[in-house]
């Protein structure tokens, strides 16, 4: 029953990236579906409760000259919401039930590294409200999501290392240029809006970059051994 519900069948190679997506797509969807809202939920309880328990002395992270010269642009929030629809495009793509669990190993991997850091090297930022320009969307973002666990920005690294996971799958899949650009740019625009609604600063961008980049190349390398 739960093999039919999820569209479970034989995989076939094909040549035709429609076919090849459509498969991804719909193979243990419903699996895919309710492990990536878990996956989520579960990593936004931990990292909200570290937002407002520290056990560890939180060092506020120092603005850069790149910092000030990017200004508040509140019409990015909707590119850096946009996140976790990227984020679970990897999962969706995965092409085996198998694979799938392995992807969340190696996504599990990232966010323990990034919450070690929340534990014991606990760090800020500092906000001036004056910058949202009175908007309604950053008042309601900022008491929610204040400035603690900066760095490593989580949602750079998690940006970053989709995206390289996602160069994979398309390649795999024999997709064109246009879709490689696609992907490129999403990743780029939610990594720069972390800067535009001054989320983050530069430091904890460049330290998501490595956090992110390195898990996605160590477990990519591992994976194509193994799969």
Not at 42 to 70: G, Q
Not at 103 to 114: K, M, N, R, T, W
Not at 168 to 174: A, E, P
Request: one cysteine or more; charged letters at 10%.
């Amino acid at each position: 029953m739960w093999r039919k519900l999820c569209g479970h069948f034989d995989y076939t190679d094909t040549h035709s990236f429609g076919k090849n997506l459509l498969y991804r797509l719909w193979v243990w969807w419903c699996l895919k579906a309710v492990g990536s809202m878990s996956f989520i939920t579960l990593f936004f309880v931990l990292y909200f409760y570290l937002l407002t328990h520290h056990y560890f002395y939180v060092t506020v992270i120092p603005a850069t000259v790149m910092d000030e010269w990017i200004s508040f642009n509140g019409s990015w929030l909707y590119f850096y919401l946009s996140l976790w629809v990227y984020v679970s495009l990897p999962p969706a793509l995965t092409k085996s039930k198998k694979e799938l669990l392995q992807y969340g190993v190696y996504a599990a991997i990232l966010s323990l590294i990034g919450i070690f850091f929340y534990i014991f090297f606990p760090t800020t930022i500092q906000q001036n409200s004056a910058d949202w320009g009175g908007s309604a969307d950053m008042i309601w973002l900022k008491s929610m999501d204040m400035g603690g666990n900066a760095f490593p920005s989580m949602h750079v690294a998690s940006a970053f290392f989709s995206f390289i996971w996602l160069n994979y799958q398309l390649k795999q899949m024999r997709g064109g240029k246009i879709l490689y650009a696609l992907s490129f740019l999403w990743c780029c625009a939610i990594i720069y809006s972390t800067l535009a609604v001054k989320q983050h600063l530069f430091i904890d961008v460049i330290g998501g970059l490595i956090l992110g980049g390195s898990v996605a190349l160590v477990t990519l390398r591992y994976h194509t051994k193994t799969f």
